[in-house]
């Protein structure tokens, strides 16, 4: 073996039409697709040594993390059937987060993108890879985080079968590519309204659809919207774009509130904010519209020629409604970067 450390940053994403709802083990119960972001990403170095037992060490940010480290070796464990090698290795982890700790941004799609990447490197280097690079890392990250498996493509990935995507499959994304040009650049401001845990994890919100009394219009309604965006990506119909993603993203918050126990993310700040950016793109002639993802962070997505007007939006109305004032500038992205150990 040649190396015995690799390292790669990876980005978070944010969906689009929303995963919401599992079946069998880490699959998808409707497909999804998302932007993979560019400045929200995760750094992770991944070193190992033979030791002829598997263990993991895990630092966080320079630190020891215990909170990370159950995560970590749950991969591990639920991916050494497919790859008993892993058993006899000890490996250690570092890793960071470009975004602030506690943003209440969520780090698994980018974290376990991550980690997906680093160990798909060690394989290869085994030659032991059982499908194409990116398509086993999408694969695996799927294991560790569902939504993760969207990270590993650049712009547009789309996660889970449906007949109008070829090639797509429950088990690892695709990329996206009937893309018109205006959604290389779009912007994503993340408007921070809560920071910290949220009060109900995606595990336990995804397992609230099972019996939930719109369990199959939300997949039924989930499926429709696929084939629309499909054709509004290849136009670049921003008014349709505008008018699908809000709905997305207020149906995600809609199943919370109506599930059994019932449970609200958004506060009544992301409320406030979600009403100024539908009033202000009446009134103003643009594209900013909103999207949320399991939390009370409003993602504000617009085309890159709406920059101006975005800003002025935020320092005039948005701000006030953010924790401290603070939202995070990102754009849509490229996808994983393997850097030099
Ligand atoms: O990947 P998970 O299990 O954290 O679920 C993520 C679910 C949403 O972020 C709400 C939607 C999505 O498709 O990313």
Same mark, same amino acid.
């Given at each position: ?7 790669? $940053? ?8 929303? =995963? ?76 960071? #987060? ?87 650049? =779009? ?22 659809? #099972? ?70 793109? $009446?009134?103003? #002639? ?56």
């Amino acid at each position: 073996m040649s190396e015995n450390k690799v390292r790669w $940053k990876s980005p978070s994403n944010i969906a689009l039409v929303k =995963y919401w709802g599992k079946k069998g083990f880490q699959l998808p119960a409707n497909a999804s697709i998302s932007f993979t972001l560019s400045e929200c990403f995760t750094d992770t170095t991944l070193s190992w040594v033979e030791t002829g037992s598997f263990d993991v060490e895990v630092e966080l940010h320079g630190e020891k993390s215990e909170a990370f480290k159950p995560k970590v070796e749950k991969f591990f464990n639920n991916i050494t059937e497919r790859y008993p090698i892993l058993s006899r290795f000890t490996f250690s982890l570092q890793t960071s #987060n470009t975004f602030p700790h506690s943003s209440g941004i969520a780090s698994s799609a980018s974290g376990m993108s991550a980690l997906a990447l680093c160990v798909c490197s060690f394989l290869d280097q085994n030659e032991l890879l059982k499908q194409e690079f990116y398509r086993e890392a999408s694969y695996l990250a799927r294991i560790g985080s569902g939504s993760a498996c969207r990270s590993v493509y650049g712009l547009l990935a789309e996660w889970g079968e449906h007949p109008d995507y070829t090639n797509s499959t429950d088990e690892a994304a695709i990329p996206h590519v009937d893309v018109h040009p205006v959604f290389n650049t =779009y912007q994503d401001t993340i408007l921070l309204v809560h920071e910290g845990q949220k009060s109900v994890s995606s595990t336990a919100g995804h397992a609230l659809l #099972n019996n939930h009394p719109f369990e199959d219009q939300r997949y039924q309604v989930a499926g429709s919207n696929m084939t629309r965006i499909k054709k509004i990506l290849a136009t670049g119909d921003l008014d349709e774009f505008c008018e699908l993603i809000e709905y997305e993203a207020l149906m995600l918050h809609s199943l919370m509130m109506t599930s059994n126990p019932s449970y609200m993310l958004v506060e009544p700040n992301t409320l406030a904010i979600i009403q100024k950016i539908r009033e202000y793109r $009446k009134q103003n #002639n643009c594209h900013i519209a909103f999207t949320l993802d399991a939390g009370a962070n409003v993602h504000m997505l617009y085309p890159e020629r709406d920059i101006d007007k975005a800003k002025a939006l935020i320092d005039t109305e948005l701000k006030q409604y953010c924790s401290n004032g603070r939202y995070i500038c990102d754009k849509v992205g490229q996808g994983p970067e393997k850097l030099k150990c």
